[in-house]
């Protein structure tokens, strides 16, 4: 499977926070993972500048339009948590 554009990350990054109870970054970053069934080789896969992996930088992006959009937010840092605007937050 290709790894999936920031967009699409959106909403398992939401299934992952949508109890409401925060969640690790790495958590996040497993549960993504997971729901698109990457193998090691995509999940180590980097950016042109070597810098980060393609995949944090996707997850990273979708928590960031997330926060802009008010459907979560970081309660404290490494941490998501799902706000009540949530719909998906229990």
Known sequence: MAIPDF???MR???DAVSDGQP??????RQHVTETF???DEERKQRLPS??????NNR??????YLN???LRHIPERGHDKA????PFSG
Do not use: E, F, N, Y
């Open 59 to 64: 997850i990273g992006w979708a928590r960031t």
């Open 83 to 86: 706000t009540t605007r949530c």
């Open 50 to 55: 070597g810098r980060q992996t393609v995949i």
């Open 7 to 9: 967009q699409t990350v």
């Open 12 to 14: 398992p990054v939401l």
């Open 68 to 70: 802009k959009a008010g």
């Open 37 to 39: 069934l990457l193998s």
């Open 23 to 28: 969640r690790t970054l790495g958590d996040v």
